[in-house]
T-cell receptor, first 115, second 111 residues
Framework: DAGVIQSPRHEVTEMGQEVTLRCKPI?????LFWYRQTMMRGLELLIY????????DSGMPEDRFSAKMPNASFSTLKIQPSEPRDSAVYFC?????????????FGPGTRLLVL | AQRVTQPEKLLSVFKGAPVELKCNYSYSGSPELFWYVQYSRQRLQLLLRHISRESIKGFTADLNKGETSFHLKKPFAQEEDSAMYYCALIVSGAGSYQLTFGKGTKLSVIP
């Protein structure tokens, strides 16, 4: 298995543009997580899905952020419109099952820079 | 709400010296604690979890409920230990799941 796959690896865009980050979890994993990493706030959990259903999106910073999981092998995190303060590294992770004994496997991250 | 505190943003030690990365948490129940590590240009990966009481790459961490701490320790630091280390607290059960990370500590091992 190639592990969790994220694309693009790097994204540079201008303020106001729509940004879409993509994630392919490990096959068979039924939990998917989106994280954001910044120098100021460290690593934050944005949202997670169980069996393609969003369970907790309380970490999503604003309505400009949205996440979907149309099927078990694909998820997107969208920012519309993007702002410079959204610049960060966004990680996707998957696990099976979630809970105290789970191990989350992280993707390589997408480094986003909003100018 | 639970909270994880890593008081040191940067920790520099000499090779061969002991290392202790501090992690304190606040949670009223029984916590499940983890340490994650991110080496330069690599993915974030699980280093160890308190329930398994493993020793990974020479690192250990003991949960101290009295002090609400889960410090990561290694007796002799190696250059390859230089990385970002994140302490994490997971609260799960009854269909809910919450994971809280500390802000991370960058460990720099000086040759």
């Amino acid at each position: 298995d190639a592990g969790v796959i994220q694309s693009p690896r790097h994204e540079v865009t201008e303020m106001g543009q729509e940004v879409t980050l993509r994630c392919k979890p490990i096959s068979g994993h039924d939990y998917l997580f989106w994280y954001r990493q910044t120098m100021m706030r460290g690593l934050e959990l944005l949202i997670y899905f169980n069996n393609n259903v969003p369970i907790d999106d309380s970490g999503m910073p604003e309505d400009r952020f949205s996440a979907k999981m149309p099927n078990a092998s694909f998820s997107t995190l969208k920012i519309q419109p993007s702002e410079p303060r959204d610049s960060a590294v966004y990680f996707c992770a998957s696990s099976h099952p979630a809970g105290a004994e789970e191990t989350q496997y992280f993707g390589p991250g997408t480094r986003l820079l909003v100018l | 709400a639970q909270r994880v505190t890593q008081p040191e943003k940067l920790l520099s030690v000499f090779k061969g010296a002991p290392v202790e990365l501090k992690c304190n948490y606040s949670y009223s129940g029984s916590p499940e604690l983890f340490w994650y590590v991110q080496y330069s240009r690599q993915r974030l990966q699980l280093l160890l979890r308190h329930i398994s009481r493993e020793s990974i790459k020479g690192f250990t961490a003991d949960l101290n409920k009295g002090e609400t701490s889960f410090h990561l320790k290694k007796p002799f630091a190696q250059e390859e230990d230089s990385a970002m280390y994140y302490c994490a607290l997971i609260v799960s059960g009854a269909g809910s799941y919450q994971l809280t990370f500390g802000k991370g500590t960058k460990l720099s091992v000086i040759p």
